[in-house]
């Protein structure tokens, strides 16, 4: 089969793990007959050095034209001065919207491997955890009506939270469907107890969770959840939730991975045209330094085969290779932990991978 893929490097050590990833989709290419076609666009902080604008509209033409984009990751300190609606992390926001990519997808799972990374208690790590976060991406106060007034006291400023049920509905949906392909348990969060949003969405949410008996659905408060992460996280399966909590839960499930390097995350919509990216920053410390771990965009090309274009094959075939990359001990910088052995750079870390397929 054929496929056009949109390439957005993005800033900092972008380039580099998407180089990774486009090397490892060659390969699987060359493996399962497949042609991968890439396209290569800009976003975030080089869009704005070299066109003015964080997300150029021929980005979002050749975006919504592929069959699937593939982002490494935007933003850094140089772009950091600039007023909210030209920031490079607009453009993140911009494609999310303009493709209509509502749900995103974020598996928080231990490696066995890298256990001894974990920062919990070893009877916690003993147990356990695999989990998909299932964060709604396009709605909340990260797209609501924001603004600078007089108040009070004085000068102000405010964001607004609102959220429709037919948004409610739809990643409610996603949710219990992916909880069917796994342990069949949904935990929706929510700060019900204080927030009208919270009420529309527990309410919403339990409505949908009758359309799936077979699932057991799970109210939990956003803060206990933050602290139900590290005190038990093998409790939970599937957690849905709004963009915000699922922005800051989503950071806090991949730390108690071990490294934010190996987590891969998807952006879906109504149709099969979605966006993978890592659920790491752009890093701009290490930038060019071929330091950068490729694993999670290497993962996130993964979950592009089995969503995206159905090749289920492929997809456990580039995870395999991972796994057993881990499994033999190779590791950057990143996952090293207190060993003292040279740890690989992100290009070794590629040929590694790609040797396993
Ligand atoms: C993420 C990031 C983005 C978000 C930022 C960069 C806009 O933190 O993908 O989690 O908040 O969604
Ligand atoms: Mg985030």
């Given at each position: ?64 034209n592929s069959d699937s984009v593939l982002l490494g990751a935007v933003g850094g300190p140089k772009w950091d001065g600039l007023p909210g609606d030209v920031r490079p992390e607009k453009a993140l926001l911009g ?33 356990g955890f695999d989990l998909m976060m299932v964060r709604e991406l396009t709605g909340g106060i990260y797209f609501g009506e924001r603004g600078r007034r007089e108040g009070k006291y004085g000068p102000e400023a ?36 204080v927030l009208e949003t919270s009420r529309l969405w527990r309410e919403t949410v339990h409505r949908i969770a009758e359309e799936y008996p077979d699932v057991e659905c799970v109210d939990m408060l956003v803060d ?134």
């Amino acid at each position: 089969m054929e496929f056009n893929i949109a390439l957005v490097k993005g800033d900092g050590i972008g380039p580099e793990i998407v180089s990774g990833a486009v090397q490892v989709l060659e390969k699987i290419g060359e493996k399962f007959g497949h042609t991968f076609r890439f396209t290569e666009y800009l976003a975030g902080g080089c869009a704005i050095d070299a066109c003015g604008v964080p997300l150029p509209e021929e980005t979002v033409q050749g975006c919504r034209n592929s069959d699937s984009v593939l982002l490494g990751a935007v933003g850094g300190p140089k772009w950091d001065g600039l007023p909210g609606d030209v920031r490079p992390e607009k453009a993140l926001l911009g494609l999310r919207s303009a493709l209509g990519l509502y749900t995103n997808l974020r598996p928080a799972k231990l490696y066995s491997a890298l256990a001894g990374e974990c920062p919990l208690r070893p009877d916690i790590v003993a147990k356990g955890f695999d989990l998909m976060m299932v964060r709604e991406l396009t709605g909340g106060i990260y797209f609501g009506e924001r603004g600078r007034r007089e108040g009070k006291y004085g000068p102000e400023a405010y964001d607004t939270e609102a959220y429709s049920v037919m948004e409610i509905e739809r990643i409610a949906r996603v949710a219990f469907e992916a909880a069917r392909k796994r342990n069949k348990k949904v935990h929706s969060i929510d700060k019900a107890n204080v927030l009208e949003t919270s009420r529309l969405w527990r309410e919403t949410v339990h409505r949908i969770a009758e359309e799936y008996p077979d699932v057991e659905c799970v109210d939990m408060l956003v803060d206990n959840t933050a602290m139900q992460l590290v005190r038990n996280p093998s409790q939970f399966d599937v957690v849905v939730t709004t963009n915000m909590f699922g922005d800051i839960l989503s950071d806090e499930a991949s730390q108690i991975t071990g490294s934010i390097g190996l987590l891969p995350s998807a952006s879906l919509g109504a149709t099969t045209c979605g966006m993978y990216e890592p659920i790491h920053g752009s890093a701009p410390d290490i930038a060019g330094q071929d330091k950068a771990n490729p694993i999670a965009t290497i993962l996130s090309a993964a979950m592009m085969l089995r969503y995206s274009f159905s090749l289920l094959e492929e997809a456990a075939c580039i995870e395999k290779a991972v796994d057993a990359v881990l499994d033999a001990g190779w590791r950057t910088a990143d996952i090293i932990g207190s060993s003292t052995d040279r740890p690989l750079r992100g290009s070794e870390m590629t040929q590694k991978i790609l040797e396993q397929i």
